[in-house]
């Protein structure tokens, strides 16, 4: 158990729809990173917060957005549902900003996304 | 445009042939490799952090090594337990930010 924890572990939902994804990093990380995992694109970078604030962005889409909250937790809110959008959905931890020696990223157990 | 590619895609050993998998990296500004493992459907795990060329890590019976352009894991003698996709991150800076990039991974089948 890496201390990361993801809601809801499954999501089934229609194409057009919106749904939000949350996170909860480990106990005194203030850095929160989403990816997303499909079979034909590997593992995508998708965007960092540091402490409340955007730190850098990846390969996000306009129709995604995220944030995270002053107690930390963080929100991936996915909207304008499409099929390509079905994918499983990671969020890692860290206590910096910056992955170094002894302070790894820790990753959640996923939210897995099916857009019928 | 930085990229990041492992080979090979899948391999299928025995229980105790050695072997390795390759990472090879074309980016400017790097702050890292990391090595991962990914058991099917759950959080990939961190395993090691490389910074510098010629730097090595060891754990168990992997070890990771790391030149200018590309990185290996060496796997020694490797266990049923070792089966898992194996992925190679770069972490590169981008004014003040750090940007994660990973590969594609290779799926490792170790039989008994």
């Known amino acids: 158990d890496s201390g990361v924890t993801q809601t809801p572990k499954h999501l089934i939902t229609a194409t057009g729809q919106r749904v939000t994804l949350r996170c909860s990093p480990r106990?005194?990380?203030?850095?929160v990173y989403w990816y997303q995992q499909s079979l034909d694109q590997g593992l995508q970078f998708l965007i960092q917060?540091?402490?409340?604030?955007?730190?850098a962005k990846g390969n996000i889409l306009e129709r995604f957005s995220a944030q995270q909250f002053p107690d930390l937790h963080s929100e991936l809110n996915l909207s304008s549902l499409e099929l390509g959008d079905s994918a499983l959905y990671f969020c890692a931890s860290s206590v910096l900003a910056e992955v170094l020696q002894n302070n790894e990223q820790f990753f959640g157990p996923g939210t897995r996304l099916t857009v019928l | 445009e930085d990229q990041v590619t492992q080979s090979p895609e899948a391999l299928r050993l025995q229980e105790g042939e050695s072997s390795s998998l390759n990472c090879s990296y074309t980016v400017s500004g790097l702050r890292g490799l990391f090595w991962y493992r990914q058991d099917p459907g759950k959080g990939p795990e961190f395993l090691f952090t490389?910074?510098?060329a010629g730097e090595e890590k060891e754990k168990e019976r992997l070890k990771a090594t790391l030149t200018k352009k590309e990185s290996f894991l060496h796997i020694t003698a490797p266990k049923p337990e070792d089966s898992a996709t194996y992925l190679c991150?770069?972490?590169?800076?981008?004014?003040?930010?750090?940007?994660?990039?990973f590969g594609r991974g290779t799926s490792l089948i170790v039989h008994p």
């Open positions: 991150a770069v972490q590169v800076e981008a004014g003040g930010s750090y940007i994660p990039t």
């Open positions: 490389l910074y510098s």
């Open positions: 106990s005194g990380d203030l850095s």
């Open positions: 917060y540091y402490n409340g604030e955007e730190r």
